[in-house]
């Protein structure tokens, strides 16, 4: 079991950043695959950003490519989102997601993911 808790969402003007984070609880931080996806009202969750295992290779959805940037720290169970940039269609609720992954794999597919946190709002101001 692995639980998941995300952190530094909030308020933002255009064009300005943040960066998320997302605790894991458990020892094997290690063996998932983390992504984060994001929900906006009235629309499905939808992918926004991956890693692999060991931070081998990542994965971004075309609205967020070089504007957002997925990292993890494994010595403390803890992935990143940082935002640059930021649109009012960013503004959204962020979820982290955990897979056990075997190595060198990520995906963008939220129906397999195995572990989610319970959101934190991002609001972006134009």
């Known amino acids: 079991q692995v639980q998941l808790v995300e952190s530094g969402g909030g308020l933002v003007q255009a064009g300005g950043s943040l960066r998320l984070s997302c605790t894991a609880s458990g020892r094997t931080f290690s063996s998932y695959a983390m992504g984060w996806f994001r929900q906006a009202p009235g629309k499905e969750r939808e992918f926004v950003a991956a890693i692999t295992r060991s931070s081998t290779s990542t994965n971004y959805a075309d609205s967020v490519k070089g504007r957002f940037t997925i990292s993890r720290d494994n010595a403390k169970n803890t992935v990143y989102l940082q935002m640059n940039s930021l649109k009012p269609e960013d503004t959204a609720v962020y979820y982290c997601?955990?897979?056990?992954?075997?190595?060198?794999?990520?995906?963008?597919?939220?129906?397999?993911?195995?572990?989610w946190g319970q959101g934190t709002q991002v609001t972006v101001s134009s």
């Open positions: 997601a955990a897979r056990y992954s075997v190595s060198g794999y990520n995906t963008p597919f939220k129906g397999e993911y195995d572990y």
